[in-house]
Nanobody, 124 residues
Framework: QVQLVESGGGLVQAGGSLRLSCAAS????????MGWFRQAPGKERDIVAA????????YVADSVKGRFTISRDNAKNTMYLQMNSLKPEDTAVYYCAADYGVVVVIRTTEYDYWGQGTQVTVSS
């Protein structure tokens, strides 16, 4: 069973930066494809970014492209989301997700393991 714990959320002014971390345990991290999702109040959970097992392939949603960067450190069993130039519309609970698979996937139904989420609030 894979456990995922997010950290790094908080309150930041528009234009600021945050780095989210997702620490994994209980599985073989280097065999997990992973993703970041976010969910704002009253909205569906949407993909933000995803990364392959070794980090060689990534996907970044158009809404955050050029501002957010996904990465992973397999030696530390940790995935990251660097968020720059934050906007109020980025406010949401951010979740990390993982699944044993090869290709990058972006739908919530394709991930088996989820963290509890971390709140990101961007003030204007």
């Amino acid at each position: 069973q894979v456990q995922l714990v997010e950290s790094g959320g908080g309150l930041v002014q528009a234009g600021g930066s945050l780095r989210l971390s997702c620490a994994a345990s209980g599985g073989t991290f280097s065999n997990l494809r992973m993703g970041w999702f976010r969910q704002a109040p009253g909205k569906e959970r949407d993909i933000v970014a995803a990364i392959s097992r070794r980090g060689g392939s990534t996907y970044v949603a158009d809404s955050v492209k050029g501002r957010f960067t996904i990465s992973r450190d397999n030696a530390k069993n940790t995935m990251y989301l660097q968020m720059n130039s934050l906007k109020p519309e980025d406010t949401a609970v951010y979740y990390c997700a993982a699944d044993y698979g090869v290709v990058v996937v972006i739908r919530t139904t394709e991930y088996d393991y989820w963290g509890q989420g971390t709140q990101v609030t961007v003030s204007s």
